[in-house]
Nanobody, 126 residues
C-alpha cells in the first residue's frame, strides 16, 4: 500500500514557475513508477509526466515538453514536478500517481495507475 500527498500548488501568473512535490509512504517507493496527471473543470484527467522507478526514463505529454521536468528522490520518497513558463491552459488540479507494474508504453493510461494522491490546485492567471 502506498499513500501519496501532493503539495506546492498555488496561483501564479503566466510565465511563472511552480514546483509540485509528492511525498509517498511505504518502503517500496523506489520500486514504483511515478506519474503526474491533471484535471481541469469539466475535463477528463490527463497524463502530464512520468518517471520510471530508477529515474532512467521520463515521459511527457507534448504540450509540456521543454517546460516541465519530473524527477524523484528515492531516499526521500518524493517525486517532483518542476513547472516553468506556465500558461493559463495549465490550470488544473494536479494529481500524483504510483504503480509498481505500469509499463513505459502505458504511462498515459489513467486507469492503469493503482495509487493516487488527493490533488493540488494549480491556477495560472493571464
Amino acid at each position: 500500500q502506498v499513500q501519496l500527498v501532493e503539495s506546492g500548488g498555488g496561483l501564479v501568473q503566466a510565465g511563472g514557475s511552480l514546483r509540485l512535490s509528492c511525498a509517498a509512504s511505504g518502503r517500496t517507493f523506489s520500486s514504483y513508477a511515478m506519474g503526474w496527471f491533471r484535471q481541469a473543470p469539466g475535463e477528463v484527467r490527463e497524463f502530464v509526466a512520468a518517471i520510471s522507478w530508477s529515474a532512467a526514463n521520463t515521459y511527457y505529454r507534448n504540450s509540456v515538453k521543454g517546460r516541465f521536468t519530473i524527477s524523484r528522490d528515492n531516499a526521500k520518497n518524493t517525486v517532483y514536478l518542476q513547472m516553468n513558463s506556465l500558461k493559463p491552459e495549465d490550470t488544473a488540479v494536479y494529481y500524483c500517481a504510483a504503480d509498481p507494474d505500469v509499463l513505459y508504453a502505458d504511462y498515459e493510461l489513467v486507469g492503469l495507475w493503482d495509487y493516487w494522491g488527493q490533488g493540488t490546485q494549480v491556477t495560472v492567471s493571464s
